[in-house]
T-cell receptor, first 114, second 110 residues
Framework: ETGVTQSPTHLIKTRGQQVTLRCSSQSGHNTVSWYQQALGQGPQFIFQYYREEENGRGNFPPRFSGLQFPNYSSELNVNALELDDSALYLC?????????????FGQGTRLTVV | DAKTTQPPSMDCAEGRAANLPCNHSTISGNEYVYWYRQIHSQGPQYIIHGLKNNETNEMASLIITEDRKSSTLILPHATLRDTAVYYCIGHLYNFNKFYFGSGTKLNVKP
C-alpha cells in the first residue's frame, strides 16, 4: 500500500452543490496531482501543486480549484457540480528522484452527482 | 508526453507469462516509459519504469527496444490477482504529470 490517503472514499452530492476532496501525500513527496477518471476511461489530469503553488493544469474549467498546504497535503474543490462530474477522483503524490519521477496514487474518492 | 498505443485487451492463462506490448514511436530521448495497473475501481498501482535499459523488479520486467519505439511489460507468472487494466505511459522527467491512455485489460484465466 502507498502512503497516499484520500477522503472521503464515497460521496453523493446534488447538482449545483460544492464539494471538497482531501489528499494526504506520501512522506517525502512535495508534489500533488489530481486526476478525474470517468467510468471506463483512463485518468485525466486536472492540475498539479508543487510547494503550495499550482504547477500545471489540464483541460478543466475554473470551477475546479485546489490548494496545497505546508505539509504537502492537498484539497480539490469543485463548485457548481454537474452530472458529468460524477467520477473517481484520484490524487497522486510524487517527487523527482535520480531515476525519474516517483509517483504513488491514492485509492480515490468516488463522487456521484445526482 | 509521447502518445502510447496498447491493445485494448489480452488473455493469459494462470501461471504463464503475460507479455503486454506498448507502442510509443514518438517518444523523445528524455521521456521515461512507465507502467501502472489499475484493479477494478482502485487507484493506479506503480509497476515499473525505465528510460533505455531493460528493468526488473519484484513485480515485473520491462523490455525496451533499442530504438525506444516500443516496450513490453512481462509478468513472469500471472495469477488471477493480476487481472487489471495496464497503462503504458511516456513521461517527461521535467513534468510530474502523467497522461493515461485507455490501457490494456488483462484477463488472467484459470
Amino acid at each position: 500500500e502507498t502512503g497516499v490517503t484520500q477522503s472521503p472514499t464515497h460521496l453523493i452530492k446534488t447538482r449545483g452543490q460544492q464539494v471538497t476532496l482531501r489528499c494526504s501525500s506520501q512522506s517525502g513527496h512535495n508534489t500533488v496531482s489530481w486526476y478525474q477518471q470517468a467510468l471506463g476511461q483512463g485518468p485525466q489530469f486536472i492540475f498539479q501543486y508543487y510547494r503550495e503553488e499550482e504547477n500545471g493544469r489540464g483541460n478543466f474549467p475554473p470551477r475546479f480549484s485546489g490548494l496545497q498546504f505546508p505539509n504537502y497535503s492537498s484539497e480539490l474543490n469543485v463548485n457548481a457540480l454537474e452530472l458529468d462530474d460524477s467520477a473517481l477522483y484520484l490524487c497522486a503524490s510524487s517527487s523527482r528522484t535520480g531515476s525519474g519521477t516517483e509517483a504513488f496514487f491514492g485509492q480515490g474518492t468516488r463522487l456521484t452527482v445526482v | 508526453d509521447a502518445k502510447t498505443t496498447q491493445p485494448p485487451s489480452m488473455d493469459c492463462a494462470e501461471g504463464r507469462a503475460a507479455n503486454l506490448p506498448c507502442n510509443h514511436s514518438t517518444i523523445s530521448g528524455n521521456e521515461y516509459v512507465y507502467w501502472y495497473r489499475q484493479i477494478h475501481s482502485q487507484g493506479p498501482q506503480y509497476i515499473i519504469h525505465g528510460l533505455k535499459n531493460n528493468e526488473t523488479n519484484e513485480m515485473a520486467s520491462l523490455i525496451i527496444t533499442e530504438d525506444r519505439k516500443s516496450s513490453t511489460l512481462i509478468l513472469p507468472h500471472a495469477t488471477l490477482r493480476d487481472t487489471a487494466v495496464y497503462y503504458c505511459i511516456g513521461h517527461l522527467y521535467n513534468f510530474n504529470k502523467f497522461y493515461f491512455g485507455s490501457g490494456t485489460k488483462l484477463n488472467v484465466k484459470p
